[in-house]
């Protein structure tokens, strides 16, 4: 299978994307890596590293979508931009799947207008699988494809997230939920009472409404909601603990005294908070569009490039797409 | 000044309700506290505690609404509740406030069905004071007295939290955010986008878009959002810090040494900690309806019962009522 990184996007391309595509294609001998950027700073990265591998290849773009581009304009003007080839590789199916860790408006815009969307799907979704306690995660959408969602595209999300819960996680029959302000079926804003009817009938194993509070405790396997609400909920949630982690660092570096006892206590908080930190948890795919498409974190290093290759392989194998394709055919029939 | 206070509302109720209340009295002489309830069980509580103070008065109610009651009906149907009662002596004048920790839906209930709105503004917002880092606190609104909201709802919102931080906090010209998904002014859903042009035209310091990563570290004084979006916001960023804290608990309870240590980080922990509690931050008003209505958190104990007492004084010393009433007009003719 064929995998097109956007070799410039990201806080610390090209290098980190060179090192992380270097070590899928050691690992995974079935997969051919193709990375899109500038040649002149992609080849000596390769060549630092010795051969170049028979499954890496390097295609030149001489353009980059910057963080700070307008995505709509970025995507239409820069034709010859890495993230936009990578895009084109996948509509024209050159290759099986593309991964930038660049600007995430301009990867939408690219998955819209360039790979273009599955027919029955009225919106794409992003896709991020979001921590819990219990190790396992939650996959959430949509993180904020789309700010707003009518109560018919909150239940394409939920099925699509099924599927891909489903295929890449192997949960056999994945929980889906519903956030909302409370547990009881008439809690809502408009769009969440007028969904919840729609998710009880549709081909999923739907559990009712989550709350934000219960989110990390795991009470469901899929959660849906508008994009605009799911963005506030990951950021609070993100917020908070970042606020608590820094808190805790001052707390700890108070007196000497206190330095010793955090020394005791550092390995376990360091595990539990690599075990609530977004960045170790992959790639978000965009579900919806009519090829895989795979948001990677801007702060991505090696190892995160690397998982987000691991990760489209997974969906490659597990025929994500063709899946999401069949079933919403089906419900359209 | 008279406050009504629902005595037979919240999980400790009706005994620390009566204990918030006798501390109050004994405190500020010029306040007069009308607890409401079942004679039967508020008297003899009095009564252990001395002589009934001169400056409080118990009235009798025979029903009371439970937490799991249905709102609206439970209002239409119980005339004789505590929480009722409470509501129309604020509506007849013979109480400057009321103050519950019981049904919150209820009680937003009781606000618009007996006390009434105030003539202009469409709905009334159930506003939260957040704690921030710096020790200074948020005031959001609407946390859940009204899911959906319009952008012209959005503004009012704004009018009526300014003036609280205002009056109440003695913050001279509050900085308003708007709550949002970053924090360039295109940004965000239909919602805000419209709302962002006119909070920009109203007469509050409007500092722009405020995103949920950055609320604990303060950045404005007021923060407005529709109800869904902030309840979403509130439970998220209470969850994690819940979920947080526990896990540090597990991990500081591990063996001896572990123990050892967390005894000396502990003062600084358990200061940090209260910093965030939501319950430290007193009662949440429910600005908009025609008189001073609070919601006290439902596992109040007689401190926060007392300090409920605290801001329904200062509420009532600095007229919030009749400044939001005369802003309104002011902006409707």
């Known amino acids: 299978m064929r995998i097109a990184i956007d070799a410039m996007g990201g806080d610390h391309a090209p290098d980190v994307v060179v090192a992380g595509a270097l070590e899928a294609v050691r690992e995974w001998k079935d997969t051919t890596v193709i990375l899109i950027g500038d040649k002149a700073r992609i080849e000596p990265l390769v060549r630092q590293a010795g051969d170049q591998p028979s499954n890496l290849e390097i295609v030149h773009a001489s353009e980059v979508i910057e963080a700070d581009d307008e995505p709509v304009k970025a995507v239409r003007r820069k034709k010859d931009a890495s993230m936009v080839i990578a895009g084109r590789m996948v509509q024209e199916r050159t290759a099986d799947a593309m991964i930038s860790a660049g600007n995430t408006g301009a990867l939408m815009t690219t998955g819209l207008l360039i790979v273009g969307r599955i027919e029955g799907i009225d919106r794409p979704a992003l896709t991020l699988t979001i921590p819990s306690m219990d190790g396992k995660g939650m996959v959430a959408l949509d ?26 996680h192997g949960v056999v029959s ?41 989110l990390l405790s795991g009470p469901c396997d899929v959660l849906v909601c508008d994009g605009f609400a799911g963005n506030i909920m990951l950021k609070s949630l993100e917020g908070a603990a ?73 969906s490659i194998q597990s025929d994500v797409l063709a899946t999401i394709k069949s079933e919403i055919n089906n419900g359209n029939k």
């Not at 579900?287 to 490039?305: E, F, P, R």
């Open 143 to 168: 993180m904020g494809a789309n700010m707003d969602a009518s109560p018919e595209q909150l239940v394409q999300y939920a099925i699509m997230g099924s599927i891909y819960r489903k295929k890449v």
């Open 174 to 214: 994945p929980r889906v939920g519903l956030l909302n302000v409370g547990t009881e079926a008439l809690k809502g804003n408009e769009l969440t009472k007028a969904a919840y009817p729609l998710l009880k009938e549709a081909p999923i194993h739907f559990v009712g409404n989550v709350e934000s509070r219960d």
């Open 242 to 314: 970042a606020t608590i982690f820094t808190a805790l660092r001052t707390e700890f570096t108070r007196n000497l005294l206190t330095k010793l006892a955090a020394a005791v206590l550092k390995p376990g908080l360091t595990k539990f908070r690599r075990q609530l930190d977004y960045t170790e948890y992959g790639a978000a795919p965009l579900l919806g569009i009519n090829g895989m498409v795979l948001k990677s974190h801007g702060s991505s290093n090696a190892t995160a490039i690397k998982n987000a290759i691991r990760q489209a392989r997974i």
